[in-house]
């Protein structure tokens, strides 16, 4: 494979522009790799060939012109095969959608294209990005390019997996509970769940009570940034994105740690890695006391009865076709009460409000993204879930797994995930940055840091094929 797919968003734009790499040769690299990984690493569910390389030529020919260049132009990008892609399907991961083919784009995408980006695929979901495994009746299997017998994580695994790879160097995920932090932190990628609003979200099923983000997923936090300033930005289609007010930067930064939000296991090579990386942040922290397992069942509710009320008429009809955990969730939701539902709102009011208060005495929390390395394919998501090399068993995976990560879909609030290490197994870990509403900026500054001190962007997954032709340049 070509040393082209190890460059990233920000050196792949600027060697365009000063036409010393050409989009056609890029574009070809990222479609030669994704052919030649597909096999094995399966990130893909839709790959637009046909499409991409006629953007490419397309792109090559503006820059040959002179043309006025967006910040992206000719560089690949993939999208999560939830999101919304202008004559590109889009099977939410399901075979009752397998041909679905959108009459538009969703707005970060039509963004991503707008800034001269190149669309080269839809990548791999559980069915309606319900678990945080990626498997689906579409798409099969996704598995992790550090270890093919581990999992991406989910839901957005195949974007994670793709960025890892080296196949386009940005991707679009969505985090409904985690689901792009989940991932990038199992993948080694930097993965952003923005604050409610600042990304539009126009095909959420209902706008007002969303808590399913879409943001960027990238090798660097550059890149991140980089794709996040095209795709963010207000859209009255979307009732929270509103203008907003950037906060000042501040000189002092107070971090809040901690290791542990109600869940009785962590991973000790997990909490030794976070641990060193808050310490190499090189600002004051304070231990920080939260219990969000406490939260679990109010984020259950609102998944269950979401699912249930948008697919629950179908289920017997279609429940040969559904992955059983989709269908076991959509049972689960149709059992809900009234009483749940509102109470299950409530309670997210009372997180935000607590969550609220807490930004009062510091400025970014910082925590595990997950108590423990990527598990085997093949999990249960209803099973108890083992931490620490199967010595002990702590409850439900959100509970377990991933108690850091989903209580923020519900609280709006942006997080961050950068990788902080890897364990002695090879396997990445993530730390979590949780900032207030709009303060992305801080988040990622941190980061910015923490890659600085740590670097780790250089470090590819020994699995990606390292050899192979090399596209032309000009």
Not at 224 to 249: C, N, T
Request: proline share 8%.
């Amino acid at each position: 494979m070509s040393e082209f797919l190890r460059l990233t968003a920000v050196e792949s734009a600027a060697l365009i522009r000063a036409r010393r790499l050409s989009p056609v040769a890029l574009v070809d690299a990222v479609l030669d790799g994704i052919a030649r990984t597909q096999a094995t690493i399966n990130a893909f569910v839709t790959v637009d060939e046909e499409g991409a390389r006629a953007a490419a030529r397309t792109a090559e020919a503006a820059l040959m012109r002179g043309d006025a260049l967006g910040p992206l132009h000719g560089v690949p990008f993939s999208v999560k095969d939830l999101t919304w892609t202008k004559g590109l399907r889009t099977t939410m991961g399901s075979r009752m959608f397998e041909q679905f083919v959108p009459g538009e784009d969703a707005v970060p995408v039509a963004r991503l294209r707008q800034a001269g980006a190149i669309l080269v695929g839809k990548t791999t979901t559980p069915e309606f990005g319900h678990k945080p495994f990626t498997e689906s009746p579409v798409s099969g299997v996704t598995r992790n390019p550090w270890d093919l017998s581990r999992t991406p994580g989910g839901s957005s695994g195949g974007a994670a997996a793709a960025v890892a790879a080296g196949l386009a160097p940005l991707a679009l995920g969505t985090d409904g509970g985690g689901s792009i932090r989940i991932p990038a932190a199992c993948c080694g990628v930097v993965g952003l769940k923005p604050t409610l609003g600042r990304v539009p979200n126009i095909h959420a099923p209902d706008g007002f009570a969303n808590n399913s983000f879409i943001g960027p997923m990238a090798r660097t936090i550059a890149d991140a940034q980089l794709m996040l300033s095209v795709i963010e930005g207000p859209d009255a289609r979307d009732p929270y994105s509103v203008p907003f007010v950037m906060p000042e930067k501040s000189a002092r930064v107070r971090l809040g740690w901690a290791a542990r939000v109600g869940n009785a296991l962590l991973d000790a090579e997990v909490e030794a890695l976070t641990e060193a990386a808050v310490r190499a942040l090189g600002v004051p922290v304070e231990l920080v006391e939260l219990d969000f397992v406490a939260e679990e069942d109010a984020f259950l509710v609102m998944l269950q009865t979401s699912l249930a009320a948008r697919l629950g008429s179908r289920l017997a009809a279609e429940s040969d076709n559904l992955d059983p955990s989709l269908a076991e969730t959509i049972r689960l939701g149709q059992r809900r009460t009234a009483d749940e539902v509102v109470h299950a709102a409530q309670r997210r009011t009372a997180l935000f409000r607590r969550i609220v208060a807490l930004f009062d005495r510091i400025d970014v929390l910082a925590t595990p993204t997950l108590s423990a390395p990527a598990p085997p394919l093949g999990l249960d998501p209803f099973a108890p879930f083992a931490v620490g090399g199967g010595t002990g068993q702590a409850g439900h995976i959100r509970a377990t797994w991933y108690p850091y990560t989903y209580p923020f879909n519900l609280t709006g609030h942006p997080a961050l995930t950068v990788p902080c290490g890897r364990a002695a197994g090879g396997l990445p870990v993530g730390l979590q940055l949780v900032g207030r509403w709009h303060e992305e900026a801080l988040l990622l500054d941190l980061a910015a840091r923490l890659e600085a001190a740590m670097p780790w962007a250089g470090a590819w997954p020994p699995l990606v094929p390292t050899r192979g032709i090399e596209p032309r340049t000009y």
